[in-house]
């Protein structure tokens, strides 16, 4: 399936709306969120990008026209380093296309031109097998498994993954 990134904007609420109230989509996200949450997340990933801080981004099927997903990269200090972290979701009717991995490695292509952070992280839940696989798909390099606080105030055995925007490819 042919799927391009685009910018998330205004309009993009109702599909926020379809992964974070499924309690299957947020499994390894720490749960559902409220409707104020959501709202929040939607106002948060509309002025990321003017921010300068990272970008998020609607997953939209070519032949459809319809948002499938999503994907973003935002900034984070990590072990007193600043890097990007990246997450992503594919909402359950287009899972297991290849989807996610797509999207992801589209907006890799972004992170990577826009030449601010060398380091790219992702932290699956170490039991999150299909992030895992496109971590590993994409290139990126498994440093260890830590404990990750997320949502704040809960810890998850996550996955530390690298990629290195920098590197020749
Ligand atoms: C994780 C998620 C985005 C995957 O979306 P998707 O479009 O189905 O993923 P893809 O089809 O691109 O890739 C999944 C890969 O994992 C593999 N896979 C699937 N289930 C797996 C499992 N249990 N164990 C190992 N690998 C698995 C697939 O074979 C595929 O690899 P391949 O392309 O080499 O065959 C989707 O399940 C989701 O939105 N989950 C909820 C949100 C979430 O957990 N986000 C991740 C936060 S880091």
């Known amino acids: 399936m042919a799927v391009r990134i685009e910018p998330w904007d205004a309009g993009d609420l109702q599909l926020l709306q379809k992964s974070m109230v499924d309690p299957a989509m947020t499994e390894h996200l720490g749960g559902p969120e409220s409707p104020a949450q959501i709202a929040e997340r939607h106002e948060r990933f509309q002025r990321l990008a003017d921010s300068g801080k990272g970008r998020w981004f609607k997953i939209v099927d070519v032949s459809t026209g319809e948002s499938v997903g999503s994907v973003g990269y935002w900034e984070r200090t990590w072990r007193d ?89």
């Open 81 to 169: 380093e600043d890097v990007y972290e990246i997450g992503w979701s594919v909402l359950p009717p287009f899972q297991g296309r290849g989807i996610a991995g797509i999207g992801t490695g589209l907006a890799i292509d972004v992170a990577r031109s826009d030449k601010r952070h060398r380091f790219l992280h992702a932290f699956p839940s170490v039991d999150n097998g299909p992030s895992n696989a496109i971590c590993r798909k994409l290139g990126f390099t498994l440093i260890e498994e830590t404990k990750f606080e997320y949502p704040k105030g809960s810890f998850m055995r996550c996955n530390d993954w690298r990629l290195d925007l920098f590197a020749l490819n």
